[in-house]
C-alpha cells in the first residue's frame, strides 16, 4: 500500500536537519558575496592581465575558490581558504575599503576562529554560526547608531534623500526629494527607523523572522541602484540575516536544489544573457551585475518566503552558543566590531568604521550626533587640519572650497605626489610651496601600517555637513 504523499513530506520535514546544510547553505552565498566583491568598484582581478598586483592576484583567487565553493559548498578547506584570504584582501585594500568588508573580514575571522576553537567538524557550525551573529548584530547596531545625527535628518544634505534621489532617478523615476518640501523628512526618517529595528527584531523572538525579511527586502532594494551599485554591500549581509532562521531552511534548501533548483537556475541564467545581449538604453540594468544580483534575491525571498509559509518556530538564544566547551577568548572576535563601531567616537578612524552614509561628523572632540555630543579621542590627528586654498593637483583641487583634512592624510597624499604645488592653512598660519618635497615635513611618508589603521574621511566646511557618497583622493 502506498504511503500518503502528505504524510511523508510532514515525516521529511519532522526529520532532524543535517547539521552541515546551514554551512552549505552559508558557503553559496559567501562565495557568491565574494565574487560580488571582485566584481564590484573594489575589484581589480579583472585587471590582473594589464596591470599585475598583489591585490588583483589576491582577488583573482578569492574568485577561484569561491567558484570552486559553489561547486563544492561542503567542503570546510575551500570555506576555510576563502576565508584566509578576505582579511587579507582588506588589507591591502585599506584605507580605501568599504565597510561591508570589514563586516566580511570580521565573519572570515569570525569563522578561522571557530575552526580553531573547535575540536570536531561537527562543532564548527554550532561554534561559527552565533559568532557570525554577533558580527551581524554589532556592524548593524553602530550603522544605525551612526545615523541619529543632525546632518543625516536634514533633507537637502541628507545621504538619506541623496541615495534615495539616486535609486530612483537609476530606475527612470524622478524624485527630488533632497529639494523636496516637509514630505522629504519622511526619507531619513523612514531609513534611520528602518536600520534601527532590524537588529531589535533579530532579537526578539517574536519578530526574528519579520527581522530577517525586512532586512532582505531593504537592502535588497538599496542593491538595485544602478549609479551606485551596492550589490557588494547587500550580498555580504544577505547569507548574515539567513543565520537568523531555523537550521531547517538550509535543509529545505538544498532538497530543493537537488530537486528542481538547477534547473531554475539554468533558465534564469539564459534569461540574464539574453537580456545582457539585448541592445539599447531601455534595459533596466546596464551590466550583467545587476542581473545577477536580482536573481539573488529572488530566489533568497522566494525561499525564504515560502519556509516562512509553514510558521516554523524562531531558534532560540541566537547569540548563545550550544555547545559546550567553547573557549572564552573567541569573544575577541565581537570585541573588535564594537571597538571598529566605536573608532569614529574614539577618533580612531572614520574611514570603514561603520559609519558609512550617515553623515556622521566626528572631529577635535566635537560631534554632530544628538546622543554623543562630545568625542573621546584617543588621537590628535583630527586636531591637526589643513585647508587647502590653491593647488594644481586635480585630485586636490577637489578639496578647495570644500573639504577639510587631517595633515596624516595630507601628508600620505603628498609623499606619493611629491611635485604638487599648493597654498594651504594649517594651524591659523597660510603656507605656499611651488612643490610639495620643498618642504620636507610634507612629504615625509607615512607608515603603510598607519596609513590603514587611522585612516580618516574629510571634513566638510559646510554646516550640516553634506553626503559623501565616494571617497576623496586623500580620504
Not at 572570515?108 to 559568532?131: C, G, I, Q
Not at 583634512?405 to 597624499?413: K, M
Request: with cysteine.
Amino acid at each position: 500500500m502506498d504511503s500518503d504523499p502528505a504524510t511523508a513530506v510532514v515525516a521529511d520535514r519532522a526529520r532532524p536537519p543535517v547539521r552541515s546544510d546551514v554551512l552549505a547553505v552559508f558557503a553559496v552565498l559567501w562565495a557568491a558575496a565574494n565574487l560580488f566583491h571582485v566584481w564590484g568598484p573594489s575589484g581589480v582581478a579583472f585587471a590582473l592581465f594589464s596591470g599585475r598586483s598583489t591585490l588583483g592576484l589576491l582577488q583573482a583567487a578569492a574568485g577561484i575558490v569561491a567558484v570552486a565553493l559553489i561547486v563544492r559548498p561542503r567542503s570546510v578547506p575551500l570555506l576555510a581558504a576563502l576565508a584566509a584570504l578576505g582579511p587579507v584582501i582588506l588589507w591591502y585594500e585599506a584605507p580605501i575599503a568599504g565597510s561591508h568588508w570589514v563586516v566580511a573580514s570580521f565573519v572570515d575571522v569570525a569563522f578561522l576562529v571557530a575552526l580553531l576553537a573547535s575540536r570536531k567538524v561537527e562543532r564548527l557550525e554550532s561554534t561559527f554560526v552565533p559568532l557570525a551573529r554577533w558580527v551581524l548584530i554589532g556592524f548593524y547596531s553602530f550603522a544605525a547608531f551612526a545615523k541619529l545625527n543632525h546632518a543625516f535628518f536634514t533633507p537637502r544634505v541628507s545621504c538619506g534623500t541623496f541615495y534615495f534621489d539616486e535609486l530612483a532617478g537609476s530606475l527612470g523615476i524622478s524624485v527630488h526629494s533632497a529639494a523636496g518640501g516637509g514630505w522629504a523628512h519622511l526619507v531619513p526618517f523612514g531609513v534611520a527607523a528602518t536600520e534601527l529595528s532590524i537588529p531589535i527584531l533579530l532579537l526578539m523572538r517574536r519578530t526574528r523572522h519579520i527581522g530577517v525579511v525586512v532586512g532582505l527586502v531593504f537592502h535588497g532594494l538599496i542593491a538595485l541602484d544602478q549609479a551606485h551599485p551596492f550589490s557588494d554591500f547587500s550580498s555580504v549581509l544577505t547569507p548574515l540575516f539567513l543565520l537568523f532562521l531555523p537550521p531547517a531552511f538550509a535543509h529545505d534548501v538544498l532538497a530543493w536544489f537537488r530537486e528542481q533548483l538547477r534547473v531554475v537556475i539554468a533558465a534564469v541564467c539564459g534569461l540574464v544573457l539574453l537580456l545582457q545581449w539585448k541592445q539599447g538604453d531601455t534595459r533596466l540594468f546596464r551590466d550583467a551585475r545587476g542581473w545577477a544580483w536580482v536573481v539573488l534575491l529572488v530566489l533568497v525571498l522566494v525561499f525564504v518566503v515560502r519556509f516562512l509559509r509553514t510558521r516554523p518556530e524562531p531558534i532560540e538564544r541566537p547569540l548563545g552558543f550550544r555547545a559546550n566547551g567553547v573557549p572564552r577568548w573567541i569573544a575577541v572576535v565581537p570585541a573588535l566590531v564594537v571597538l571598529t563601531g566605536l573608532s569614529p567616537y574614539l577618533e580612531l578612524r572614520t574611514a570603514y568604521a561603520f559609519n558609512m552614509y550617515s553623515n556622521l561628523q566626528t572631529a577635535d572632540g566635537e560631534s554632530n550626533h544628538f546622543l554623543v555630543t562630545r568625542t573621546l579621542p584617543l588621537t590628535d590627528f583630527q586636531s591637526d587640519l589643513v585647508r587647502i586654498k590653491a593647488t594644481d593637483d586635480d585630485g586636490l583641487e577637489q578639496y578647495v572650497g570644500q573639504f577639510d583634512l587631517p595633515f596624516l592624510q595630507l601628508r600620505d597624499y603628498l609623499s606619493r605626489h611629491p611635485d604638487v604645488s599648493l597654498t594651504y592653512i594649517r594651524g591659523g598660519v597660510e603656507h605656499s610651496v611651488a612643490r610639495a618635497d620643498d618642504d620636507p615635513a610634507l612629504v615625509e611618508p607615512v607608515p603603510s601600517w598607519e596609513s590603514k589603521l587611522f585612516a580618516f574621511r574629510s571634513l566638510d566646511q559646510e554646516s550640516p555637513n553634506r553626503c559623501q557618497p565616494s571617497f576623496l583622493p586623500a580620504l
